[in-house]
């Protein structure tokens, strides 16, 4: 007998569309960064932004998106899955 599928609870739900949300405005950030057109200082500056975030991204928002999918310590990938957020905010801000 095939069992149904239970649902998921509500941080899984959130963590996993943070997660997509920062992976596609991270690959467009990344990709602008990469192909801007400027100065070479400010191309200098855009692709080391590019890699800096593109790396806060794969370092914090990868093992979340593992976390989630395995479905196991879900406020651990909820809370990596911020970092990015918070590091941009820091970054540009200035807290």
Do not use: H, Y
């Amino acid at each position: 007998m095939i069992e149904p599928l239970k649902p998921w609870p509500p941080l899984r739900v959130i963590t996993l569309v943070l997660v997509c949300l920062e992976t596609m405005l991270g690959g467009i950030m990344v990709i602008s960064g990469l192909t801007a057109n400027s100065d070479p200082a400010g191309e200098g500056l855009a692709q080391a932004f590019a890699v800096i975030f593109g790396f806060l991204l794969a370092v914090f928002t990868l093992p979340a998106l593992i976390l989630v999918i395995r479905g196991q310590l879900l406020l651990l990938g909820f809370v990596l899955s911020l970092m990015p957020v918070l590091a941009i905010m820091v970054l540009f801000v200035g807290f």
